[in-house]
């Protein structure tokens, strides 16, 4: 049987992405790309429910969570894995001109 996986989204996550999503509308007056890029990360979140292990592992320290992050476009959304728990937890949004 395939686990499902809870995934939240911290309020840092929820605000980094709400915060990105008016700074692509207000200030580079492109509510389109903006909606586009929204719809990208729901989908790569709603994603994680069943692939949580899909991002690349990013290790902060020795023996410190698992983890990992994805690429959507120029952004990256870095999330923990709990496995015991079944949960990902988003932890931020941001935008990352360059590749980790």
Known sequence: MVKKYK???SQKAHSDIQDTFEYIVNNLENHQS?????KQVEKAILSLEYFPNRGSRKRVSKNVGNYR???IDRYILVYEVKEIELQ???HTFFYSPRNI
């Open 34 to 38: 903006a909606l586009k890029l929204l």
């Open 88 to 90: 990902v937890i988003i």
């Open 7 to 9: 995934v939240l989204v």
């Open 69 to 71: 992050y994805i690429m």
